[in-house]
């Protein structure tokens, strides 16, 4: 194991940047997730978080800039790096016509893990995601919140170190969401390593100890949760951030008003 795994960041970004056209999405974004931390990455519609997350994990080739996941060039030595960590991305596409199961028993194979292995897991996850009385359904029957427990199961199916998160709360009912949180700070417990994107601050404070504020594809605020509060709600220092409280109520929707 090199010093680097054995004590570097899980996930360390230098200068991630891409550009769409004129757009810049994300303008050189440098981010340090420690081993072990439970990273929350916040910003508004638009500010660039999957464009980040996505270029950190492999699916979407950077403008410039690097991704090492546990020293591993994401884009240098992409299967070290993917063998490292597990994936939710944003509007994940899923083969439509197989069950939960057949997704993962596919997945599973298709990362040459032993077909008893992927059995084993396939019953744990779909179980603890209560996603056991979907097992014969058929994905494209799925609703948006069952298929997020499906895209976390196959994240987690080969046994990863890290876990990247791209919203994994949206849409999914709070009996569910109890069940995700309890099985993401067992896995942080057990030595791996979150990052995940919300818009839900009081979510990113009960579950996370580290934090980032991205604002107009740039970090404009990182560290542990207590450092960036700094006393105060994890909202007041994002809406002091990035701007907010629009005077929406100074004459604008007026026409709503009774
Ligand atoms: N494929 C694309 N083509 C053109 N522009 C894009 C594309 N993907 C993202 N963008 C733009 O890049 C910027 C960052 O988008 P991104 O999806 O990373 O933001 P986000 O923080 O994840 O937003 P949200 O919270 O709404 O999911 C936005 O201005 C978006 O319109």
């Not at 995940?196 to 009960?206: F, N, P, R, T």
């Not at 740039?218 to 207590?226: E, I, K, P, Q, S």
Request: glycine share 14%; with cysteine; aromatic share 4%.
């Amino acid at each position: 194991m090199s010093e680097h795994t054995q004590r570097g960041p899980a996930l360390e970004i230098r200068g991630l940047s891409k550009r769409y056209g004129d757009k810049v999405a994300v303008a050189g974004v440098d981010l340090d997730v420690p081993q072990g931390s439970f990273f929350g990455l916040v910003g508004q519609n638009g500010a660039g978080k999957t464009t980040t997350l996505s270029m950190a994990t492999g699916l979407l080739r950077p403008d410039g800039g690097t991704a090492r996941i546990f020293g591993a060039d994401v884009w240098g030595e992409p299967q070290r790096a993917k063998a490292l960590v597990g994936v939710l991305p944003d509007g994940l596409a899923m083969p439509e016509r197989l069950t939960g199961r057949e997704v993962l028993t596919y997945l599973g194979r298709l990362r040459g893990m032993p077909k008893d292995v992927v059995a084993g897991r396939a019953d744990e996850l779909l179980r603890v995601l209560e996603l056991d009385e979907a097992e014969s359904t058929l994905v494209i029957e799925y609703s948006t919140g069952m298929r997020k427990k499906i895209g976390l199961a196959t994240a987690l199916l080969h046994g990863p170190r890290l876990l990247v998160l791209d919203e994994p709360f949206e849409a999914v009912d709070p009996v569910s969401a109890a069940a995700i949180k309890g099985m993401l700070r067992g896995f942080v417990a057990g030595g791996g390593s979150v990052v995940l994107s919300s818009h839900v601050m009081a979510l990113v404070e009960q579950l996370c100890d580290h934090v980032a504020v991205v604002d107009r594809g740039a970090v404009v605020a990182a560290g542990t949760l207590d450092a960036v509060r700094d006393g105060r709600s994890l909202e007041e220092v994002f809406v002091g951030l990035v701007g907010g409280e629009r005077a929406v109520m100074k004459g604008e929707l007026s026409w709503l008003s009774r």
